[in-house]
């Protein structure tokens, strides 16, 4: 269903240019799914549970991983069929349709913000891994809390300038990025395995704190190696980091060049972070020994010392791999960054090209050619959520909570896939098998995204549950509401517009 009216959007096409090639179309999801950051923070997620008896990551991983195909599937196909700038903010606005596009914009402003209060977490966890790789390089210097949100400030500012001057600067930087952090994991991954036992031991011990030994520290774990009700309990924290997050390459899907990177780029970003997690998980069990590895990440004494990327950085004695497994420790979140830089603002220009929210947020600047006011809008939100997290809680885990919204959020896109596949949209030539395998995924998406809500509901004293996390989610879901509201009134009367009709037809590219 294409209208060839295009008076209800800002303009007839959205003036994007496909500039994101295979590669990049890839890249942007694996950064999206933030390996190297979950690899990296995992131990003091481990802390905060009531026990780690059984908590192995390795199925953990599996197991996070199984439940995320249905999303793979909805996805896959989706962008395929209806691929266009803010991705599944179209697909839930389209499939709800008219009556209820209040709630389509409240849940879609509720992901926005949950991103960016995200992009605020990865940032300062990116100033406290810098904190953790430098007195390894041999660079000792403490750094206080104003000091790493001032550090995490500046990272998102300057990938957020690279981003106005120019979309291509952006995705190459992105994309750079993400190939040099992939580089570096492999890299940390095959020294694990290849280092002989001893050797890591005796590394390992020359990070311990005075007072702590390899021996004791392994003796204090006494769990089992594996536990359902332990890992079923860990679950939100691969939701918080890695498999749900599978937008970022349709949110960009009008500026994709080629079928290939179309319909290839989600699995693909799937299937790479799923070896490379669960390789990271099972290195560190295989060079450490699995009874070290858990009672060390669940310290907080030692989680803050001992994660995948310090131990790599010891293991070879090696100056120059140290180097680069520790810069690349600090790419991956930076190329976390540069993804959000890219992608959010596809929501905001998505949300105006609707006629939603200003038109500013869809201006494209004549000499960049970049939304240059959505960049600008994001970079605000995020430092002052920085700023937040930094000076009220002193830990980047307490916008945990935050990320129940982005579930909440997919999983109604899992039942607005079941619309779309069952009532609406059939001129997409979507074959009666492929709407029936997106119809039944689609309702296994939002069934596994429900269980995943519970899990963060049912457990706020280790997801994050403050008021800072919740109430700066709920407060952008009415937020959302309510200018969806005043703008259909103002557009109504003051244009003769009823931006409702938005949501009955498929925007332009």
Do not use: C
Request: a neutral charge.
């Amino acid at each position: 269903m294409m209208s060839k009216e295009y008076g209800v959007f800002v303009r007839e096409s959205t003036g994007l240019v496909k500039e994101a090639g295979f590669w990049d179309a890839v890249s942007i999801n694996i950064a999206n799914m933030s390996v190297g950051a979950a690899l990296a923070t995992i131990g003091f997620t481990l802390a905060s549970l009531p026990t780690v008896a059984g908590a192995n990551l390795v199925y953990a991983s599996l197991i996070a991983a199984l439940l995320a195909i249905p999303q793979v599937v909805v996805y896959s196909i989706l962008i395929r069929y209806i691929p266009r700038v803010g991705g599944d903010y179209v697909w839930l606005g389209r499939a709800l349709g008219s009556r209820l596009a209040w709630l389509t914009n409240g849940l879609v402003l509720g992901f926005v913000i949950e991103s960016l209060t995200y992009y605020a977490l990865i940032a300062f966890a990116a100033a406290m891994q810098l904190e953790s790789v430098l007195p390894i390089l041999g660079i000792n210097v403490p750094m206080t809390v104003p000091e790493e949100v001032g550090i995490a400030i500046a990272f998102f500012a300057i990938i957020v300038l690279t981003n106005i001057l120019g979309t291509r600067y952006g995705i190459k930087l992105m994309t750079a990025l993400t190939t040099l952090s992939i580089l570096g994991l492999l890299t940390a991954i095959i020294v694990l395995f290849i280092t002989p036992k001893a050797q890591i031991i005796n590394a390992v011990s020359s990070l311990l704190p005075t007072g702590y030994t390899y021996s004791k520290v392994a003796l204090s774990y006494t769990g089992p190696y594996f536990s359902m009700g332990t890992i079923l309990m860990l679950l939100p924290f691969f939701a918080i980091y890695v498999y749900p997050w599978l937008n970022a390459g349709p949110a960009i899907a009008a500026e994709i060049r080629g079928r290939n990177a179309i319909n290839w780029n989600v699995p693909l970003a799937f299937l790479f972070t799923l070896v490379f997690l669960t390789l990271g998980f099972e290195a560190m069990y295989y060079s450490m020994g699995f009874r070290f590895t858990m009672a060390a990440l669940s310290n907080p004494d030692l989680n803050g010392i001992i994660n995948f990327w310090t131990v790599a950085m010891v293991a070879q004695r090696n100056a120059v791999l140290s180097w680069f497994i520790g810069i690349s420790s600090i790419t991956w979140y930076l190329a976390i960054l540069a993804y959000g830089a890219i992608v959010v603002v596809r929501y905001w220009f998505a949300l105006a090209f609707d006629r939603v929210w200003p038109s500013l947020f869809a201006y494209l600047s004549p000499r960049f050619g970049t939304p240059i006011y959505a960049h600008l809008t994001d970079l605000a939100i995020t430092a002052a959520l920085i700023a937040a997290a930094g000076m009220l809680y002193q830990t980047f885990t307490a916008l945990y909570g935050a990320v129940v919204e982005a579930i909440i959020y997919y999983m109604v896109v899992g039942i607005a896939a079941i619309i779309i596949a069952t009532l609406r949209y059939s001129s997409f030539n979507m074959g009666n098998r492929v709407r029936a395998l997106l119809a039944s995924f689609g309702a296994l998406m939002a069934s596994v995204m429900a269980y995943l809500t519970y899990e963060f509901l049912a457990y706020p004293q280790i997801w994050g549950g403050n008021w800072l996390a919740y109430g700066v989610e709920l407060g952008a879901v009415i937020l959302g509401v309510l200018t969806y509201l005043v703008s259909r009134y103002i557009n109504l009367r003051r244009y003769g517009i009823d931006i409702s009709a938005a949501y009955t037809e498929i925007p332009p590219e």
